[in-house]
Protein backbone atom coordinates (compact mmCIF):
# COMPACT_ATOMS: atom_id res chain seq x y z
CA UNK A 1 0.00 0.00 0.00
CA UNK A 2 1.01 3.30 0.09
CA UNK A 3 2.78 3.43 3.62
CA UNK A 4 4.84 1.03 2.10
CA UNK A 5 6.65 3.83 0.45
CA UNK A 6 6.83 6.41 3.15
CA UNK A 7 10.50 5.87 3.94
CA UNK A 8 11.62 6.16 0.15
CA UNK A 9 9.26 9.43 -0.18
CA UNK A 10 10.26 11.24 3.08
CA UNK A 11 13.95 10.64 1.59
CA UNK A 12 12.76 12.56 -2.04
CA UNK A 13 11.20 15.54 -0.26
CA UNK A 14 12.74 18.69 0.83
CA UNK A 15 12.57 18.62 4.23
CA UNK A 16 10.23 21.71 5.28
CA UNK A 17 11.56 22.86 8.54
CA UNK A 18 8.77 25.45 9.41
CA UNK A 19 10.76 27.99 11.60
CA UNK A 20 13.89 28.33 9.47
CA UNK A 21 11.58 28.42 5.83
CA UNK A 22 9.13 31.25 8.22
CA UNK A 23 12.51 33.16 8.68
CA UNK A 24 13.75 33.46 5.14
CA UNK A 25 10.46 34.46 3.75
CA UNK A 26 9.15 37.43 6.15
CA UNK A 27 12.63 38.90 5.11
CA UNK A 28 11.89 38.48 1.41
CA UNK A 29 14.94 35.56 0.70
CA UNK A 30 14.38 32.54 -0.50
CA UNK A 31 15.03 29.93 1.41
CA UNK A 32 18.25 28.29 0.77
CA UNK A 33 16.45 24.36 0.50
CA UNK A 34 14.37 25.63 -2.10
CA UNK A 35 17.37 26.73 -4.26
CA UNK A 36 19.41 23.78 -4.39
CA UNK A 37 17.97 21.02 -6.20
CA UNK A 38 19.37 18.58 -8.43
CA UNK A 39 15.63 17.31 -9.71
CA UNK A 40 14.25 17.39 -13.00
CA UNK A 41 11.53 20.36 -13.98
CA UNK A 42 8.61 17.94 -13.27
CA UNK A 43 9.66 16.91 -9.44
CA UNK A 44 10.76 20.35 -8.89
CA UNK A 45 6.97 21.87 -10.20
CA UNK A 46 5.54 19.00 -7.86
CA UNK A 47 8.03 19.98 -4.92
CA UNK A 48 6.84 23.33 -5.29
CA UNK A 49 3.42 22.84 -5.19
CA UNK A 50 3.54 21.09 -2.42
CA UNK A 51 5.28 24.20 -0.33
CA UNK A 52 2.86 26.39 -1.30
CA UNK A 53 0.11 24.21 0.12
CA UNK A 54 2.14 24.17 3.51
CA UNK A 55 3.12 28.04 3.07
CA UNK A 56 -0.92 28.24 2.85
CA UNK A 57 -1.29 26.46 5.91
CA UNK A 58 1.44 28.15 8.06
CA UNK A 59 0.25 31.38 7.47
CA UNK A 60 -4.08 30.48 8.25
CA UNK A 61 -4.89 30.29 4.87
CA UNK A 62 -7.80 28.07 3.10
CA UNK A 63 -5.96 24.40 2.14
CA UNK A 64 -9.42 22.20 1.34
CA UNK A 65 -9.25 23.29 -2.65
CA UNK A 66 -6.15 22.10 -3.19
CA UNK A 67 -6.41 18.39 -1.29
CA UNK A 68 -10.45 17.89 -0.64
CA UNK A 69 -13.83 19.59 -2.06
CA UNK A 70 -14.21 23.07 -3.05
CA UNK A 71 -13.25 25.87 -5.81
CA UNK A 72 -9.97 26.69 -5.18
CA UNK A 73 -10.63 29.77 -7.47
CA UNK A 74 -13.04 30.63 -4.93
CA UNK A 75 -12.66 32.72 -2.09
CA UNK A 76 -15.65 31.58 -0.18
CA UNK A 77 -14.69 27.80 -0.65
CA UNK A 78 -13.88 26.64 2.64
CA UNK A 79 -17.52 27.85 3.71
CA UNK A 80 -19.05 25.70 0.84
CA UNK A 81 -17.08 22.60 2.23
CA UNK A 82 -20.02 20.27 3.92
CA UNK A 83 -22.76 22.59 2.21
CA UNK A 84 -25.29 21.73 0.02
CA UNK A 85 -23.83 24.14 -2.56
CA UNK A 86 -20.48 22.32 -2.67
CA UNK A 87 -18.17 21.46 -5.48
CA UNK A 88 -16.70 18.60 -5.56
CA UNK A 89 -12.74 19.01 -7.04
CA UNK A 90 -11.45 15.64 -9.14
CA UNK A 91 -8.06 15.12 -9.55
CA UNK A 92 -6.76 12.70 -12.08
CA UNK A 93 -3.41 11.01 -11.28
CA UNK A 94 -2.61 10.86 -14.69
CA UNK A 95 -1.90 14.45 -14.28
CA UNK A 96 1.12 14.27 -11.87
CA UNK A 97 4.14 13.73 -11.97
CA UNK A 98 4.58 11.45 -9.22
CA UNK A 99 1.12 10.39 -8.26
CA UNK A 100 2.49 8.33 -5.02
CA UNK A 101 3.78 11.43 -3.38
CA UNK A 102 0.75 13.25 -4.12
CA UNK A 103 -2.02 10.64 -2.48
CA UNK A 104 0.65 9.68 0.16
CA UNK A 105 0.60 13.73 1.09
CA UNK A 106 -2.99 13.58 1.52
CA UNK A 107 -2.32 11.03 3.81
CA UNK A 108 0.15 12.49 5.85
CA UNK A 109 -1.70 15.53 6.23
CA UNK A 110 -4.74 13.98 7.35
CA UNK A 111 -2.42 12.05 10.17
CA UNK A 112 -0.94 14.71 10.80
CA UNK A 113 -3.96 16.94 11.44
CA UNK A 114 -6.07 13.89 13.32
CA UNK A 115 -3.31 13.28 15.75
CA UNK A 116 -2.65 9.87 14.39
CA UNK A 117 0.91 7.96 13.28
CA UNK A 118 1.46 7.92 9.66
CA UNK A 119 1.94 3.90 9.80
CA UNK A 120 -1.71 3.71 11.36
CA UNK A 121 -3.67 4.72 8.02
CA UNK A 122 -5.14 3.95 4.98
CA UNK A 123 -7.26 4.91 2.29
CA UNK A 124 -10.53 3.98 2.77
CA UNK A 125 -12.04 3.09 -1.26
CA UNK A 126 -15.20 3.57 -2.21
CA UNK A 127 -16.61 3.75 -6.32
CA UNK A 128 -19.08 6.45 -6.75
CA UNK A 129 -22.42 5.22 -8.12
CA UNK A 130 -22.79 6.41 -11.46
CA UNK A 131 -25.43 8.90 -10.66
CA UNK A 132 -22.98 10.60 -7.89
CA UNK A 133 -19.99 10.08 -10.29
CA UNK A 134 -21.38 12.58 -12.89
CA UNK A 135 -22.47 15.39 -10.42
CA UNK A 136 -20.46 17.91 -9.96
CA UNK A 137 -22.11 19.32 -6.76
CA UNK A 138 -23.65 17.39 -4.11
CA UNK A 139 -23.52 16.76 0.26
CA UNK A 140 -20.87 13.35 -0.05
CA UNK A 141 -18.34 13.00 2.12
CA UNK A 142 -15.19 15.07 1.77
CA UNK A 143 -12.31 13.45 0.84
CA UNK A 144 -9.76 12.75 -2.20
CA UNK A 145 -12.01 12.40 -5.68
CA UNK A 146 -9.80 10.71 -8.46
CA UNK A 147 -10.86 9.61 -12.07
CA UNK A 148 -9.14 8.00 -14.95
CA UNK A 149 -8.89 4.59 -14.04
CA UNK A 150 -9.64 1.39 -15.50
CA UNK A 151 -9.77 -2.18 -13.95
CA UNK A 152 -7.92 -4.79 -15.52
CA UNK A 153 -9.05 -8.65 -15.54
CA UNK A 154 -11.83 -7.38 -13.89
CA UNK A 155 -15.55 -5.42 -14.14
CA UNK A 156 -16.71 -3.52 -11.42
CA UNK A 157 -20.95 -4.39 -10.46
CA UNK A 158 -22.81 -1.29 -9.54
CA UNK A 159 -25.16 -3.44 -8.36
CA UNK A 160 -23.88 -5.14 -5.74
CA UNK A 161 -20.06 -3.28 -5.27
CA UNK A 162 -18.57 -5.77 -5.93
CA UNK A 163 -14.99 -6.26 -8.53
CA UNK A 164 -15.74 -9.47 -10.71
CA UNK A 165 -13.06 -11.47 -12.41
CA UNK A 166 -13.60 -11.05 -16.05
CA UNK A 167 -12.06 -13.47 -19.04
CA UNK A 168 -8.27 -12.48 -19.91
CA UNK A 169 -9.60 -11.47 -23.60
CA UNK A 170 -11.95 -8.74 -22.06
CA UNK A 171 -11.33 -5.14 -22.28
CA UNK A 172 -10.23 -3.07 -19.99
CA UNK A 173 -13.35 -1.78 -17.75
CA UNK A 174 -13.49 1.73 -16.88
CA UNK A 175 -14.31 3.11 -13.55
CA UNK A 176 -16.77 6.14 -12.67
CA UNK A 177 -15.08 8.81 -9.66
CA UNK A 178 -13.68 6.95 -6.63
CA UNK A 179 -13.67 8.12 -3.38
CA UNK A 180 -10.39 7.95 -1.15
CA UNK A 181 -11.59 8.51 2.81
CA UNK A 182 -8.26 8.42 5.13
CA UNK A 183 -8.86 6.39 8.50
CA UNK A 184 -7.11 4.50 10.70
CA UNK A 185 -6.30 1.26 10.44
CA UNK A 186 -8.20 -0.09 13.25
CA UNK A 187 -11.28 1.02 12.34
CA UNK A 188 -11.14 0.10 8.70
CA UNK A 189 -10.72 -3.32 9.86
CA UNK A 190 -13.94 -2.74 12.24
CA UNK A 191 -15.93 -1.32 9.29
CA UNK A 192 -14.85 -4.16 6.87
CA UNK A 193 -15.35 -7.12 9.18
CA UNK A 194 -15.64 -10.21 6.83
CA UNK A 195 -15.76 -8.34 3.75
CA UNK A 196 -14.25 -10.36 0.99
CA UNK A 197 -11.83 -8.17 -0.56
CA UNK A 198 -9.04 -8.20 -3.38
CA UNK A 199 -6.19 -6.20 -3.22
CA UNK A 200 -5.65 -4.27 -7.12
CA UNK A 201 -2.45 -2.74 -7.49
CA UNK A 202 -2.35 0.70 -8.96
CA UNK A 203 -0.35 1.34 -11.96
CA UNK A 204 0.55 4.05 -14.37
CA UNK A 205 0.50 3.81 -17.77
CA UNK A 206 4.16 2.21 -18.46
CA UNK A 207 3.61 -0.47 -16.32
CA UNK A 208 5.11 1.59 -12.67
CA UNK A 209 3.97 0.47 -9.68
CA UNK A 210 2.15 3.52 -7.27
CA UNK A 211 0.20 2.05 -4.88
CA UNK A 212 -2.71 -0.23 -3.95
CA UNK A 213 -6.43 0.09 -3.55
CA UNK A 214 -8.54 -2.82 -1.41
CA UNK A 215 -11.64 -3.42 -3.16
CA UNK A 216 -14.83 -5.33 -2.24
CA UNK A 217 -14.85 -8.68 -4.45
CA UNK A 218 -17.20 -11.17 -5.44
CA UNK A 219 -14.92 -13.68 -5.46
CA UNK A 220 -12.20 -14.77 -2.79
CA UNK A 221 -7.95 -14.25 -4.11
CA UNK A 222 -7.87 -18.04 -4.60
CA UNK A 223 -10.74 -17.95 -7.03
CA UNK A 224 -8.76 -15.16 -9.38
CA UNK A 225 -6.66 -18.00 -10.17
CA UNK A 226 -3.35 -16.13 -11.86
CA UNK A 227 -5.37 -13.12 -13.64
CA UNK A 228 -5.61 -10.89 -10.38
CA UNK A 229 -7.52 -7.20 -11.19
CA UNK A 230 -5.32 -4.30 -11.47
CA UNK A 231 -6.11 -0.59 -11.83
CA UNK A 232 -4.87 1.42 -14.66
CA UNK A 233 -4.45 4.87 -14.66
CA UNK A 234 -5.86 6.43 -17.98
Given at each position: GINAEYGRFAGERVVFHNDTIWRYLTSNRV????EVTDQGLGNWVSDLSDK???????????????????????????????GEDQTRLIYSLSTFHRPKHFLLSYLKDWAYTSGTSLSQVTFKVRVMSLTAATSTTGSEDTGLYLEGLELINGGWD???????PTLPSAPPFPLPVILLTPISNELHQLEEGNTTKMECPVQARDGTHITSFSL????????????????KII
Open positions: PPSWLWRLAKMVGGDTHSELSIGDRNSSSASDQVGFMQNLVYPSSHASQQWGSAKPVL
